[in-house]
């Protein structure tokens, strides 16, 4: 279907007049309209840590209008606004994948807001996440809430096989993956580690140990070097081993989810807070035997890392161009940025983006995994930056990486098959 301009503007309009912000209002500068996700407006007007947006509202007299959607229709309809003459969106929650650089160009540049009336403390919010959103040198979003990568083990499972603890090399990872792939005494079938699919965030999250990246932040292809390779042979010698299931490439993170509630699985590699998914006694068989920690590192890179720099997923706030409460949209992403506001949220379910909510001994008591997950955020960095192209990419990397799983091709051919290909694409 062709979408005009003039349907997107009459789309517009009909939102603002179905929820009560029509011209009068913006210009009073009374209501702004954020565009989230429904989990952000969740986090931020929670009960445990409070309505995050209190500061906000008591400063400025102006009231918070929450648009929400699902991830992909927020992208295409905050996307669309901003390419208008003006917009109802004021602050747009954006997903990092989402942020390219030609999507950054929609967006405010927020240096000269940070120089005049600067967000509490950037410092303290993780580098990785702010090196996210900086392009051509300039901030084009504030991070809020982040999705970072751990190591999840079945500690009764670990306990049947001698295991005192979790591993704390890869080469420890892969012997307890081994040795954790058995039968129990009651006849269940266990895998040493539950991995859903050999797709870019998947492979990153393994090759992470090894310090792998498939394509740089600067956008250099790098698929093919050692590190990578080196991920990519252990994953197919677990494979081989039947440390990982035999539907590998058929498997989603659901699957994972359910294998690791179920007993199936010894280990899983996914967002840290999975921890209380896995130990909700309504969903899961093994409710309080589910641990949580950071990643391993490999061995050669111990003087490197003290954990694995593996990968982290996160949603920033930014400013449409075309917003037209722009002072009052900045007055709120310095509100519900500021050190108070981020461990309210955290409270409240979010994924926290400073490292001194951390410090907070009401976060360390929620979250049995406080320390693990800040040193894992101290390093992380997202496994793929946002380009134009990136979902072609993906499409390459996961054909390439089942070839070398299941054996078609080595694990260096698939890797140097995958750079030529990628690069004649970012060409």
Request: aromatic fraction near 8%; charged fraction near 20%.
């Amino acid at each position: 279907m062709r979408i005009t301009r003039r349907d997107l503007l009459a789309t517009a309009a009909a939102t603002a007049a179905a929820a009560g912000i029509g011209g009068g209002a913006l210009a009073q500068g009374r209501q702004i309209n954020v565009f989230a996700h429904r989990v952000l407006q969740n986090v931020s007007n929670g009960t445990k840590g409070g309505d995050v947006t209190q500061a906000f509202t008591r400063a400025t007299g102006a009231s918070v209008n929450w648009v929400t959607f699902e991830t992909g229709p927020l992208h295409d309809r905050v996307f669309r606004e901003a390419s208008l003459g003006q917009s109802t969106v004021d602050v747009a929650y954006i997903l990092n994948t989402y942020a390219t650089p030609r999507i950054a160009t929609l967006f405010e540049p927020l240096d000269a807001y940070m120089a005049k009336d600067p967000v509490e403390d950037m410092k303290d919010i993780f580098p990785g996440l702010v090196q996210a959103v900086t392009m051509d040198g300039r901030l084009h979003a504030v991070p809020y809430r982040h999705a970072s990568t751990g190591l999840h083990y079945n500690e009764e499972i670990f306990a049947e096989r001698g295991i005192k603890g979790p591993p704390q090399t890869m080469e420890e990872f892969i012997e307890v993956a081994k040795r954790c792939t058995y039968t129990r005494a009651d006849g269940t079938p266990v895998t040493g580690f539950i991995l859903p699919g050999v797709a870019y965030p998947e492979v990153i999250a393994v090759a992470r140990a090894w310090d792998a990246d498939f394509i740089t932040p600067d956008m250099k292809v790098v698929a093919n070097s050692r590190p990578m390779i080196q991920a990519l042979t252990v994953i197919r010698e677990l494979y081989q081993a039947g440390a990982i299931p035999r539907n590998l490439t058929g498997m989603k993170a659901e699957d994972a989810n359910t294998w690791m509630q179920n007993g199936r699985a010894a280990m899983a590699a996914s967002s840290m807070s999975r921890n209380g998914l896995y130990n909700d006694p309504g969903k899961s068989q093994v409710a309080g035997k589910v641990k949580t920690t950071f990643f391993p590192v490999a061995q050669e890179l111990k003087g490197k890392y003290e954990v694995a720099p593996t990968k982290v997923e996160f949603w920033s706030m930014a400013i449409p161009k075309n917003s037209q409460n722009k002072e009052l949209a900045w007055a709120f992403i310095k509100a519900v940025s500021s050190r108070e506001a981020t461990v309210a949220a955290a409270l409240n379910g979010n994924g926290p983006v400073r490292n001194s909510t951390y410090d907070d001994a009401r976060i360390r008591a929620e979250l049995p995994y406080a320390e693990a997950e800040r040193k894992v955020l101290a390093v992380s960095r997202v496994p793929l930056p946002a380009f134009d192209n990136a979902a072609r990419a993906a499409d390459f990397f996961k054909e390439e990486a089942e070839a070398a799983v299941l054996g078609m091709k080595t694990p260096q051919k698939a890797m140097e098959d995958l750079t030529a290909r990628v690069q004649r694409l970012l060409t």
